[in-house]
């Protein structure tokens, strides 16, 4: 069964970079049938996707946060991770990993990790 | 920018009844649609994807239908378990962007 793990630190200050790593067990992130992805969540609020990447590095992002996200992968690690730079409070979120799959035109997001609450704050 | 809205924001229905979900695109998706379920504290669920398909392990009380700019989540007879939020989620092709719905919440009657 497919498993998702995020890491990282949950306290980020103001004006720096949030990292975040999120590893897959229980099957390969070199799949050729998936994209993994990042989505945050801020409390109490609904879901915002980040940005999206392939095994092979290929990336893509929200327009609204592109200027300052940074997806990779290590293959090597089963791993992929998230960079966002400058961040602020309005940052502060749960940030979640997921398996993306892309059928013809529709993608969609199964399963999930069960999400990491970064704060923003000095 | 595609702008996904649900309605109502919150829904409030009796255990066995019917609930019925609804989510409206700002211009066509075609069946580009997908359902989520978030309890507290938990991630997200994928439910249905496709617009109409149900995910594997998700009972059939809960089904989806629409097309273009207009969809629809039915849950046919509402358990315990199933008083929680729900988000509908689109992809747009070009410029490639992924956005939800800002959610309804179920609530219990």
């Known amino acids: 069964q497919l498993q998702l793990q995020e890491s990282g630190p949950g306290l980020v200050k103001p004006s720096e970079t949030l990292s975040l790593t999120c590893t897959v067990s229980?099957?390969?992130?070199?799949?050729?049938?998936?994209?993994w992805g990042w989505i945050r969540q801020p409390p109490g609020k609904g879901l915002e996707w980040i940005g999206s990447?392939?095994?092979?590095?290929?990336?893509y992002y929200n327009p609204s946060l592109k200027s300052r996200v940074t997806i990779s992968v290590d293959t090597s690690k089963n791993q992929f991770s998230l960079k966002l730079s400058s961040v602020t409070a309005a940052d502060t979120a749960v940030y979640y990993c997921?398996?993306?799959?892309?059928?013809?035109?529709?993608?969609?997001?199964?399963?999930w990790g069960q999400g990491t609450l970064v704060t923003v704050s000095s | 920018e595609i702008v996904m809205t649900q309605s109502p924001a919150t829904l409030s229905v009796s255990p066995g009844e019917r609930a019925t979900l609804s989510c409206r695109a700002s211009?066509?998706?075609?069946?580009?649609l997908a359902w989520y379920q978030q309890k507290p504290g938990q991630a997200p669920r994928l439910l249905i994807y496709?617009?109409?398909t149900r995910a594997t392990g998700i009972p059939a009380r809960f089904s989806g239908s629409g097309s273009g700019t207009e969809f629809t989540l039915t849950i046919s007879s509402l358990q315990s378990e199933d008083f929680a939020v729900y988000y509908c989620?689109?992809?747009?092709?070009?410029?490639?962007?992924?956005?939800f719905g800002q959610g309804t919440r179920l609530e219990i009657k």
């Open positions: 997921a398996r993306q799959l892309r059928v013809a035109a529709n993608e969609w997001f199964d399963p």
């Open positions: 229980g099957g390969s992130i070199s799949s050729s049938s998936y994209y």
């Open positions: 990447i392939y095994y092979s590095g290929s990336t």
């Open positions: 211009q066509s998706v075609s069946s580009n």
């Open positions: 496709g617009a109409s």
């Open positions: 989620q689109q992809y747009n092709n070009w410029p490639p962007l992924i956005t």
